[in-house]
Structure formats: C-alpha cells, structure tokens
C-alpha cells in the first residue's frame, strides 16, 4: 500500500521567489527548522542538512537529513529524495520523495504543492506530517513558516515540544 501527503498552499509571491527559498541554502537555514544546508541543486545532485547548535545541544547527530535531487525544472518543479537520520530507527526507513510544484495564479499569488511519498517509512510519516506534536509541526509547519517569512519578512516561533 503507497502512503502519500499532499500539502497545498497560497503564497502571495511569484514562483521564482519561493525556488529561490527551496533552493538557496543562505535562505533555507531561514525558515522552518533551520540547519546548516549544503545543496547542489541539480538532478543527481545531493543535499545535506545539519544540526543548529541548538539541535546539537539537545544531543541531535550533526547530519540530520540527507537526500538527492531527483528532477529539476526551475522554477515550477522539484523532485527530491528526503531521508532523516535523527536516531538509528529513522536512519533504518527508506529515504522519501517530495515533489515541489509551482503554478503561478492571478494578483502575484503562487499555488505551492508539495507531494511527498512515505511508502514504507511511517516513523518519517508521522513526523513530517504533524502527526508527532514532539516534533514540532512537520511540513505543514515548515510551509507555514515559508509563506509567513515570504509575505511579512518574519518567521513563526518554532513549535518543538
């Protein structure tokens, strides 16, 4: 059985805007939960995040997220592996696909949607979904965040519990 979240939202800002927040590390460590992003932003190009010094004061493991682009269409397509390495058991799942599409609309508004596939990782399912309140929100946190950062210039204060 294939597990899928979609996640849809409006963002007052043109699709070449919101790439550059998807796809610029300087902007990336910006919103949602931060890290220190290393990104080569092309298909069979990889990404890491690491640990803020917060994180790791809380004993996270420096590299907590990796994966690799699958397709890159700027600025209306991006197609991406996720895999957490938080702890040994999410380590164990298998790496995710999130798939990042942009479709500009009327008055400067983008639609964002993004698909991500959790198949046969429910402990990365119930973290990026929001479903762990622990975790402080999953993606619909961090889509939230982006949107607020975009439109207003601030970010929201992070929800870890």
């Given at each position: 059985?294939?597990?899928?979240?979609?996640y849809?939202?409006?963002i007052?800002?043109?699709?070449e805007?919101?790439?550059?927040?998807?796809?610029d590390p300087?902007?990336?460590?910006?919103?949602?939960?931060?890290g220190?992003?290393e990104?080569?932003?092309?298909?069979?190009?990889?990404?890491?995040v690491?640990?803020?010094?917060?994180?790791?004061?809380?004993?996270?493991?420096?590299?907590?997220?990796?994966?690799?682009y699958?397709?890159v269409?700027?600025?209306?397509?991006?197609?991406?592996?996720w895999?957490?390495?938080?702890?040994?058991?999410?380590?164990a799942?298998?790496?995710?696909r999130?798939?990042?599409?942009?479709?500009?609309?009327?008055?400067?508004?983008t639609?964002l949607?993004?698909?991500?596939?959790?198949?046969?990782?429910?402990?990365?399912?119930?973290?990026?979904?929001?479903?762990?309140a622990?975790a402080?929100?999953g993606?619909?946190?961090?889509l939230?965040?982006?949107?607020?950062l975009l439109?207003t210039?601030e970010t929201?204060?992070?929800?870890?519990?």
């Open positions: 059985m294939s597990e899928t979240n979609v849809r939202i409006w007052k800002a043109t699709p805007r919101i790439w550059r927040a998807l796809t300087q902007e990336l460590e910006g919103y949602g939960y931060g220190r992003y990104v080569d932003v092309r298909a069979g190009g990889e990404y890491r690491g640990a803020t010094d917060q994180m790791l004061q809380a004993g996270a493991p420096e590299l907590m997220v990796d994966g690799e699958l397709e269409e700027e600025p209306r397509r991006l197609v991406q592996t895999h957490a390495l938080f702890d040994e058991q999410m380590t799942e298998p790496p995710t999130m798939t990042y599409e942009l479709e500009p609309g009327k008055g400067g508004v639609t949607t993004l698909t991500h596939q959790v198949d046969g990782a429910p402990l990365a399912a119930g973290i990026t979904s929001g479903a762990v622990e402080g929100g993606l619909p946190w961090v939230s965040d982006l949107k607020t439109e210039g929201l204060p992070v929800q870890m519990g």
